[in-house]
């Protein structure tokens, strides 16, 4: 499904993706641990799409297509959706207003007819009851005055709604309570196909235990120096970085 | 900043996106080139005004003869020459008093404009859609009113300005600046001389108007100025929603627009005001363009009286326009809520003026500014409490949305409290569309385009809700087209 070859990724003149290479087939979950500022959410921005993360060497495919030729909302309709680490807040565009739009745009760029409000409003309904989320919640500004759990809940919903084929979670369980982790953890395994690939950033064990991942990969410096099965996560968690780190210098 | 500076680019190219630009080629007369005492004899004439009514407007000559334009708000333009406009344009024909005799050409530009001027129209449309009655006026005349005949069963009065000055004198003459005085200021004096048109509102005691009102202005000769001026009076307990919409052909001449209203209030009463104001606002280097100088002030004289002015404000090259209150009832209670964009070289000054002059008044102003391009955006307003206003609480909130490195935003806010027991509470922030943001937008499917609609009008919300519904539509449309293409 997406293949990654020797990413090199710039930002503000400073390299910090350095030779990054990835398979991730469909259906399958992958989850990528690593020191603050390897370069997780870089790897995240670049493969959405964000200006200023300049690629210069390298490639990004997903099912065939060359996903850096894409802008942002060009790849987000090939099936890419980002689980941001810091979800941003939309004043005055309440959730429901914003999944429609991103819903309609997404129909509409592959020639799709707008869903109707009934059916919306009925599916965002079944999502929001499955994550334990007040309905009213949706009503108000998107993420404004939540708090970061809540945002994070936000994130998962948009995820269920708009059902894309490659999912990056930046971080998702940083900020949310333990039974909200259960329950984020329970909607992605929701989400679990045959033809969708998930990519799971995450500092903590604890979230594996929910969302077992099919392999587990160590980004240090600004490329990938371990993977290995979900056993890597519980050796990271006793040990830590430190060996991957020196490795990575 | 890349996706920044497409919006920028792309929003500057927005002058030639305005779409109401066209000229209706119609035969007209005009007044001569220039302003003297014999221009307002002759613009009082073609109105066959009593002889009071000239003797006023010629008062108020003499005195904007001495009087100097003002120069206090933050608005750069070159010296306007005024004896190089004309001051009177209307299509040539006897007045028509039936839409049969009002030119094809005519109605055929409201039909562009959407404008529902057939009755019948209006009628045949969606069930249960509420009615509007509309007073169109092409340059200086109104040439034609709807729903006259049904809205004087309620004994509401809805007629062009000239036409109340004929048929009911003693009204105008005992409102007519009331609230906005001759002199009260150059541009509102040089309107009380020379002004052509507009619409008059009587609503009686106890009347709920029936239906929205509204004026619909264009402007389409050029070298002319438009000088309109609206009088409502809304009687003990009666309400009316009105609207005024406004849009002008595109020229590379800037035109000259000096409008007045003046809304009377009594005892419980209370009048919603909406504004579209989308005069063309000049190419994206900033030629041509209407110079808008309005004023526009309500007067509450009756206790517990009600006035809410929404203004959305996209058009113009210049705006310079403080919609105000003057809360004199006890009790009564002003707002102001207030959308105002601006792009290219656009120059806006505009907000409120709430003066609290009776105990346990109250007023609210909301106000949104979008710069854009290169244009300035400033927000004036002044909130001021009387030594017997006790208990008057004013509640201000001003936002700015910078899109772009180029433009500028401002915002002065004056208070004078005159009593210790009133409040007074002023919120302003100023954001500038962030790149974060867009990304996260577009990060879920919408384009650039969507993405800056979506969080402009998120920004604008407060605001649109207060229009009328079928106006709101409208409104949020035209804000879409004024920040439109921005991808490049
Ligand atoms: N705009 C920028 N300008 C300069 N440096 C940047 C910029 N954005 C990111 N970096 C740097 O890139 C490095 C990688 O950052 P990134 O956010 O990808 O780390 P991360 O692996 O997600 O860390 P964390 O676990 O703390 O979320 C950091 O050193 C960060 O300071
Ligand atoms: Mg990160």
Redesign the interface.
Known sequence: MLSIENLHVTVAEKAIIRGLSLNLPAGEVHAIMGPNGAGKSTLSYTL?????YEVTEGSAVLDGVDLLSL???E???EG???S?QY??E????PALT??R???N??RK?KGEPEISAPDFLKRAREVAGSLKMDFEMLRR?LNVGFSGGEKKRMEIF?MAM?QPRLAILDETDSGLDIDALRIVAEGVNALRAADRAMLVITHYQRLLDYIRPDRVHVLAGGKIVASGGPELALELEREGYDRYSKAAA | MAAVKETVRTVEGLGEGYAHGFVTDIEQEFAPVGLTADTVRYISAKKNEPEWMLEWRLAAFERWLAMDEPDWAKLNFPKIDYQAARYYAAPKTDGPKSLDEVDPELLAMYEKLGIPVREQAVLAGVEGAPKYAVDAVFDSVSVVTTFKAELAKEGVIFCPISEALRDHPELVRKYLGTVVPVTDNYFACLNSAVFSDGSFVYVPPGVRCPMELSTYFRINASETGQFERTLIVCDKGAYVSYLEGCTAPMRDVNQLHAAVVELVLMDDAEIKYSTVQNWYPGDKDGKGGIYNFVTKRADCRGDRSKVSWTQVETGSAITWKYPSCVLRGDGSSGEFYSIAITNNFQQADTGTKMIHLGANTKSRIISKGISAGHSSNTYRGLVSAHAKALGARNFTQCDSLLIGKDCAAHTVPYIEAKNAQSTFEHEATTTRLSDDQLFYVMQRGLSQEEAVQLLVNGFVKDVLQQLPMEFAVEAQKLVAVSLEGSVG
């Open positions: 959405a799409g964000r200006d200023g802008n942002a909302s790849r987000a309709a890419i959706f980002l941001f979800p941003l939309i004043p005055g565009v914003f999944v739009a991103a819903l745009a997404q760029s500004g948009q708009l």
